[in-house]
């Protein structure tokens, strides 16, 4: 015996959830590389290299780019996952406050977010 379908809508949640999942693989590659890059940086800089001569040889994209693409992209999937979330539990007939407490934030956050 097969479990039931999942309720209508309930689809977009599992596809952002697996759309943050592939985002945090992405991220934990890319900075997996940054932190290698990190760590040569911290390296050539206790060897006595100056900071410009670090900076304008290094590679691109830089380590600070590197960082704020991940965070970026973590937030894009995160609010996206958040939103099919929410949208799941008021499907489920879990109030907007309730929502908002289990999300640890306000009636209003949730309702913006549903409007979304």
Same mark, same amino acid.
């Given at each position: 015996m097969s479990a /039931? /379908? /999942?309720p209508p809508g309930d689809d977009d949640a599992v596809a952002a959830l697996e759309g943050l999942i592939a985002q945090i693989d992405v991220s934990i590659e890319e900075l997996t590389r940054a932190r290698a890059r990190a760590v040569e940086l911290a390296a050539a800089r206790t060897a006595g290299r100056p900071w410009l001569d670090l900076v304008t040889a290094e590679a691109r994209p830089l380590v600070v780019e590197s960082v704020s693409s991940v965070l970026s992209s973590l937030a894009s999937a995160g609010h996206a996952w958040r939103r099919e979330e929410a949208a799941a539990l008021q499907r489920e007939d879990v109030s907007i406050n309730r929502i908002a407490a289990l999300f640890g934030v306000t009636r209003q956050r949730?309702?913006?977010l549903l409007r979304d």
């Open positions: /039931p /379908p /999942p949730i309702s913006a």
